[in-house]
């Protein structure tokens, strides 16, 4: 991002601002116990975070969206998930940091992501960011979750700044179109939930970045 300071950075939640793959790691290997199958790769899982329950139900069961039960075994993914919400998920290497320098430089920040509030906010009220997001947009705040930019333009009018002026960083295309929708300067996280065979530089962004060091040491860059 070149010129002026931004005004604000957003994130995606999963795969972006915090690593959540380990829980559902955990609890794709629970339900596979339940359906008494045996273990399978952790990085079938890894790789369809970003499809959410669904997709990880049938990344972990090895079915698909015909199998008669899969309801079944997305209410059993989501009982263990809000059970345990938290306990395995971390923030990104350098994220916290860059939050506290966001706040030193009185830069505001927020979370826009498309997993449901009852799972957003009791996560980031468990995470270590010092100050607490400005604005968390979950799909139940919006008629049309991203790609659609509605949730960013809520999120930049909640934070009373201009979505030219605003960073979005996200780990998915969807992302990247929904911060280029808005207006808003796009950060592809290259080191996110990404699909096998996914190129994150085929999506448009205005900027890649491999790591979530790298993505700190970029948005810092522009505060000096």
């Not at 079938?44 to 079915?63: D, E, H, K, P």
Request: glycine share 8%; net charge negative.
């Amino acid at each position: 991002m070149t010129g002026p300071r931004p005004q604000a950075v957003l994130f995606d939640l999963d795969g972006t601002l915090i690593d959540t793959a380990p829980e559902f790691i955990a609890i794709a290997a629970r339900l596979r116990e339940e359906a008494s199958l045996p273990a399978i790769d952790e990085a079938l899982i890894w790789r369809s975070v970003s499809n959410g329950a669904v997709g990880m139900v049938q990344a972990a069961l090895q079915v698909d969206s015909s199998h008669p039960h899969l309801e079944h075994w997305r209410e059993r993914f989501l009982t263990h998930y809000e059970a345990g919400l938290g306990a395995l998920s971390e923030p990104y290497p350098g994220l916290v940091g860059l939050v506290s320098q966001l706040q030193k430089n009185q830069i505001k920040w927020g979370v826009v992501t498309n997993k449901l509030a009852r799972f957003a906010n009791p996560l980031m009220n468990k995470m270590p960011f010092r100050p607490a997001a400005g604005v968390i947009v979950t799909p139940d705040d919006v008629g049309q979750p991203k790609p659609h930019p509605e949730a960013l333009l809520l999120a930049c009018k909640e934070l009373q700044c201009s979505p030219a002026k605003t960073i979005f960083v996200g780990d998915h295309l969807r992302d990247i179109e929904a911060g280029r929708a808005a207006g808003c300067h796009t950060i592809a996280a290259a080191y996110g939930y990404l699909a096998e065979g996914e190129c994150a530089s085929t999506w448009g962004a205005d900027q890649l970045v491999n790591s979530s060091s790298e993505l700190a040491q970029s948005i810092e860059a522009l505060l000096i």
